[in-house]
């Protein structure tokens, strides 16, 4: 009989929610094991688009690329994204019990230490001692090979409840090659009650029989050829379900409706004035088909924002930001499918942003950089639920119209549709025109369909997506890197970590420990005009981390010749590496002195212009300001940041003030290293995603306290200058600050003031500004003028003769200058044109004509006209001007000039 269990009882033990996870990593670190904090959901694994498992983290330990660590257990709850990528479960979001975009992972790892003996002990341990879940309702499956693990599972469970099942169930993998082996999952029996249909039995297809914990037995390692042999260290690699487990232990047949997601539940039901209604109370319920499907239609709703708003609050906590690509296009997918769910429910203002501050408040025990960062979190969401709520109305507009188009009423019923519909795909032009246009990813158009049963013409939305190579892939693609492939492992168990000595010398005697190719393969040697990597025993060059450049110099021989530049300087599994080009031949063991270049001098000052900067925005902007990102480099230094509107002028300017007051007030570095949690304590700011150790390094500078392993001056006052150069956007809610330092900072300077020189000599004054000014004027005189022409023009008579344009007219209150431009106007328009236009200023007559493609000659044509104006002129066949004086006689002069140009023109 199913041992059912209800939330009230769950929390009375201590073990919903939360304390589940606490019950589970505290299990673990009794049993000998280390516990990890969650990895980034953004991995440093090119082969993955988010952290989709437990495991991620050890992946390198797992295949070998590193050795094990010196506690060879290890338990962790990992934060996990299955959303974009090969791993994609956002379609199934809200539709099924148990789908989600963010979970978390539960897991206990063992790295050539335990195998399968002691990890289905403290398996079956954990479930039934800890977790309390009673035998009766326990059931176990391993891989069909696995007669050890059957015979393991039979010392604690019934054979009769371990199944045997093949590779698709029971048999993991990393890839095609490389470690893998069997796995063992546990199931829960949920009862029969809301379960019982032909595919509820162990091994079915159906829900009844719940897999909570899947422990996998990496055992071997598969080759090319697809032949398996076992490993000399068997290791340990499992995963639990959070979410599943608390499920389970409050009664809920549904993820959704338990005490994890019931503040968020409670604030959806506030926004919309709607009940949410859970599953079991639901299938209990007595309903029409028409009113159960409406009702689920809306809890669907409620559990897809309800997911969404935590995939939104975590990515975006974690330094991810909207974007037209990559990761951040996935992140803008999962928000606009929330705000369409809202849309459904009635929401049609921005809301998501409710949703994560509840969830911020609800969460910070476990994760409180989520309360530490809501304020950021909350305006980048907000923004862009505006943005998106802008095109949504006509979006659903035209989205509705081709339903319509198709059959399809809102009157209808589905199976009226489908029984009258004269097509069933929604056409893939319109979908195009969705995503083009109004901002809807395609799996939102299919999410909308997925109700009435309509598929999207796949084949005529790709042929619209491939004529526009423009557009942003919405798939993510990866880049491979050689050096994952290198021989890192051996020089880690042969050497360890090499010692960083660069904070306190920037030359220093050494020997090379390794020496690789350019492939990451080791060597004994380097020749010469080649190039590869150095290892050394202690190096004073600083890798690249973070923003700053890894370090640049030279090698020097026991003669003090140099014999390798260096032109990079990375950490890779560990070691911090040096990329050189070899001027003479380099040895294994050989001593060296390592040299930095002297302009890591002003990568310092670069760097420690961005803390004085991150301190400066956070005062000006907001508390709310975090670091997105920066690039460090001896001429510039570049710091992205989390922002939802340009910066104004003035408060550029007083960024680059204070910025510059910080370094005036010569403020010393104070560097400390202590614990972590002190630092933190002290007001530290930390990046998302740095691995930091327990003890860790501080650096001060004045009221800019953070956690930095990099290399800064040592009072503010030797930064120099500090000048901001650009200001931009670069993604959604993220702006770019670029600015210069040091010796830039003077170049840049001198640079401005010979543009000022340039343009003083331009103008040929003194004072720029006035120079500017009366140029300005100027422009505005002609643009008022080029507005008379224009006026004029548009009232300017042309008379048909023959193939011929004619114009003939006076203009009033325009000067020479715009007379003639009129005419090139006339020119530009008319293939066969003569224009002769007569204007006056102050007493005196101008005269202009034009002659394109006509038997007439504008200069005899102005030469005539102007004598009956007291005046005289000529000029070229095309184009003449002349003057007069007689301003009585100009209507006389006007009927001459037609006159004469019809005498020519009728030739």
Known sequence: ????????????????????????????????????????????????????????????????????????????????????????????????????????????????????????????????????????????????????AFRIWSEYIDPNKIARMGDKDNFWQMGDVGACGPCSEIYVDQGSEFFHSNEDYFGGEGDRFLEIWNLVFMQYERDESGSLKPLPSPSIDTGMGLERVVALKEGKINNFDTSLFAPLMRCIENLTQEAYISDDVLLRGSYTQEEYERIKARISSFRVIADHARSVAFLLAQGVHFDKEGRGYVLRRILRRAVRHGYLLGLKEAFLYKVIESLAQSMQGAYPYLLERKDAIIKQCKSEEERFLETIDAGMELFNKELYAMGFSSTQSLREFHANAPKTRFSGKVAFRLYDTYGFPLDLTQDMLRDKGIEVDMQDFQSHM???????????????????????????????????????????????????????????????????????????????????????????????????????????????????????????????????????????????????????????????????????????LRFDFSHNKPLSQEEIERIESDVNAQICAANPQICET?????????????????????????????????????????????????????????????????????????????????????????????DVPLGIAKIQSQLKEFKQASSRVANNLKGLAYEQVGVYQLAISKLEGIQSAEAKAAIDEAKNKYQNVAILLITENYGKVFIAAGVKNAPLKAGAWVKEVAQILGGNGGGRDDFATAGGKDVANINKALEYARAFALEHLKC
């Open 466 to 636: 491939d004529a526009q190579k423009q557009r942003s892939k919405a798939s993510w693609k990866g880049s491979g890197d050689s050096a994952q492939e290198g021989d890192f492992k051996e020089i880690v168990s042969e050497f360890g970590e090499n010692s960083f000595v660069g904070y306190d010398t920037d030359c220093v005697h050494t020997k090379i420990l390794a020496l690789l190719d350019s492939t990451f393969k080791r060597v004994h040697s380097l020749e010469a005009a080649s190039e590869g990597y150095v290892f050394l025993h202690t190096t004073p060059f600083y890798p690249e981390s973070g923003g700053p450049i890894g370090d640049r110099g030279v090698l020097l021989d026991s003669q003090g010749q140099v014999c390798a530049s260096v032109s990079d300087t990375k950490k890779y599994f560990g070691l911090n590496i040096s990329q050189v080009r070899i001027c003479k031949e380099l040895k294994q063991s050989q001593e060296v002195v390592a040299q930095v270049d002297h302009m890591r001098a002003e990568i310092a000052k670069h760097h420690s212009a961005t803390h004085l900067l991150h301190l400066s925005l956070r005062k000006i902007l907001g508390e709310y300001i975090a670091q997105a990102g920066s690039l460090v480099e001896a001429h510039r």
């Open 1 to 148: 009989m199913f041992l059912r269990y209800n939330a009230k009882n769950c929390f009375q033990k201590g073990l919903a929610g939360m304390d589940v996870r606490a019950a589970f990593l505290d299990f673990f670190k009794q049993k000998g094991h280390r516990v990890y904090d969650s990895m980034p959901l953004v991995p440093n694994d090119a082969s993955l688009l988010f952290t989709n498992a437990g495991m991620v983290q050890f992946k390198d330990i797992f295949t070998g690329k590193l050795p094990r660590p010196e506690i060879p257990r290890a338990t962790s709850s990992q934060i996990c994204m299955r959303a974009g990528g090969k791993h994609n479960d956002l379609e199934n979001v809200g539709y099924t019990a148990r789908h989600h975009t963010l979970f978390e992972m539960l897991g206990n790892f063992s790295f050539g230490d335990y195998f399968k003996q002691e990890a289905i002990a403290y398996a079956w341990e954990l479930v039934t001692k800890v977790l309390g879940f009673d035998e009766k309702v326990l059931y176990v499956s391993v891989h069909e090979s696995d007669d050890e």
């Open 674 to 766: 202590m614990p972590l949690e002190v630092a933190k304590s002290k007001g530290a700011m930390a990046l998302f995603g740095e691995k930091y150790a327990q003890n860790v390094r501080v650096v001060s500078f004045g009221d800019s306290i953070e956690l930095c392993g990099g290399i800064h001056v040592a009072n503010t006052a030797q930064i120099g200058s500090f000048y901001i150069i650009k200001e931009s956007g670069v993604s959604s809610g993220v702006r770019r600050i670029e600015a210069v330092c040091g010796y830039a900072a003077y170049e840049w300077g001198k640079k401005a003031l010979e543009t000022l020189k340039n343009a003083k000599d331009m103008l040929k004054t003194q």
